[in-house]
């Protein structure tokens, strides 16, 4: 069988292009933490307190240089992860070792792969955390607003499906933004969770060397180190199920206003319309303008749900350290984000275009939505609720139609139709908005220190 020769030995060819899998790939989207991360670790070599020292201080701006110059050529697109590299972490030491000699071969002093994917992925998963946050922010945004512009168009308020009572559209869209607005909370949970950086526990059980991985926490910009290095490496794949759950929240709202959408704009309902350009035809029926957009944010809902459970599956029955399996959880990560993201950033628009028929919304009341109203208009007038309301049960086929905007108006307790709090919608969306501008800040300012130039780079392609 052919072999190939790789940094860490020869390999068979067939071995190392299934062990290797889709890593050639995916690892592009990690060359850049992955050389941030090696900035940090080099720069905590060159100062640990040992002689003779193991890096000097000329020898970490040689490699710092080396690395931004891969950082470079990555955002050009121009990086190559060749399959003899396997991932990006050998790609990074083949291409320095190429540039600098010896000084390359020192880089992977007192760390593993094990400990560099780890902080690899924890920093991907912030700068991905904190794309979804914004995307969710300006979602909930659109949703409240849509809910102001409409706040008193009247809309029936279901159960079961079946008319309740008199609600409006601004509730319904507000209903949407808050829940929204709770899943970037759960983001957030798992931004701080995911906040701690790994690097240093080699591979899970420390080294014989006085490294200092507080310094390298610092460096790299995160709140703080892990502490247990085994559980450093046994935190990944547990990471990014975390980190899934609280997307698949964001999109459980996504599908159900997405579902709510397909029905309300049902020519039978016709409460809403969806914009044209957020909508496709059909091949055959030349009449057709259907809300694909929504039907694959529903189905999305459940891919991306499917690839948390995917990786909870992969570490379930892991035995402690390393194990290859974790692999395998990196395409389902990536995609679970990218997914995500991808729906927020379509309903973002189409929530802001969508038309609002409020003659059809009003139409849609039948005089015995307002049945729970009268009967509690009967109790203002003395009667006992539950007489009250056999009362109206007995006499439905008298009820009345009112006005519905008028019944809407005398709901004006908390959180009711007119007892909306638009300021919290507000608030709230700013707070998040202030969180995504502060952790950018620290995470910008940490990584220019450690590349001695100005982070981000500018010249993404
Ligand atoms: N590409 C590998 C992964 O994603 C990197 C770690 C490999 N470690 C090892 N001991 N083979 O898990």
């Known amino acids: 069988m052919a072999k190939k020769k790789t940094t860490v030995g020869t390999i068979n060819t067939e071995t190392l292009a299934f062990t290797a899998g889709r890593d050639v790939e995916l690892d592009q989207a990690l060359v850049e933490v992955d050389c941030i991360g090696t900035a940090a670790h080099v720069a905590m070599l060159s100062k640990m307190p040992v002689k003779p020292a193991l890096i000097t201080a000329t020898e970490r701006q040689q490699v710092v240089e080396g690395l931004v110059e891969i950082i470079n050529l990555a955002r050009q697109g121009k990086f190559n992860i060749k399959l003899a590299d396997q991932d990006v972490h050998l790609a990074v030491e083949r291409a320095l070792t190429k540039k600098l000699g010896d000084l390359g071969k020192k880089i992977h002093t007192c760390r593993s792969r094990n400990d560099q994917v780890a902080v690899d992925l924890r920093l991907y998963a912030k700068e991905q955390i904190l794309h979804t946050l914004e995307e969710a922010a300006e979602l909930a945004a659109a949703l409240a607003a849509f809910g102001k512009k409409h706040e008193k168009v009247p809309m029936v308020g279901r ?82 199920s975390i980190v899934l759950g609280a997307m698949a929240q964001a999109m459980l709202t996504l599908s159900r206003l997405a579902q709510d959408f397909m029905l309300f704009t049902m020519p039978e309902f016709d409460y809403f319309q969806l914009p044209a350009e957020f909508c496709t035809g059909s091949s055959i029926m030349p009449q057709k303008q259907n809300p694909d957009v929504c ?136 707070a998040v908005r202030q969180v995504i501008r502060e952790e950018r800040k620290t995470f910008n300012k940490a990584v220019s220190k450690l590349l001695g130039v100005k982070y981000p780079l500018q010249n993404r392609s």
């Not at 798992?190 to 690097?199: G, K, R, T, V």
């Not at 610092?218 to 559980?231: E, Q, R, S």
């Not at 015995?368 to 109203?373: E, G, L, P, R």
């Open 159 to 240: 159960t079961h499906m079946q008319p309740g009572m008199p609600s409006s559209v601004g509730l319904w869209a507000t209903a949407h933004a808050e829940s929204l607005l709770d899943d970037c909370v759960g983001l957030l949970n798992a931004y701080e969770m995911n906040d701690q950086c790994p690097l240093g526990s080699a591979a899970s059980y420390g080294v014989p060397l006085p490294i200092d991985r507080q310094l390298v926490s610092d460096l790299l910009g995160f709140a703080y180190p892990t502490h247990n290095v085994l559980y450093a490496n046994n935190g990944r794949g547990k990471m990014e």
């Open 295 to 430: 039907e694959l944010v529903r189905a999305k809902a459940s891919r991306v749900k499917a690839a948390e459970l995917g990786i909870y599956d992969l570490v379930k029955g892991s035995p402690t350290g390393y194990n290859r399996d974790l692999q395998e959880a990196k395409e389902l990560f990536m995609e679970g984000i990218a997914t995500t993201r991808a729906c927020l950033r379509i309903l973002a628009p189409m929530v802001k275009a969508t038309q609002v028929n409020r003659q059809k919304l009003i139409d849609g009341f039948s005089p015995d939505v307002f049945a729970t109203d009268r009967a509690l208009e009967l109790v203002g007038e003395g009667m006992p609720f539950r007489d009250a309301y056999h009362h109206v049960k007995e006499n439905l086929q008298e009820m009345e139609s009112i006005d519905p905007a008028e019944a809407i108006r005398l709901k004006t307790h908390l959180g009711a139709p007119m007892g909306l709090d638009w300021d919290y919608f507000k608030f709230r969306t700013q």
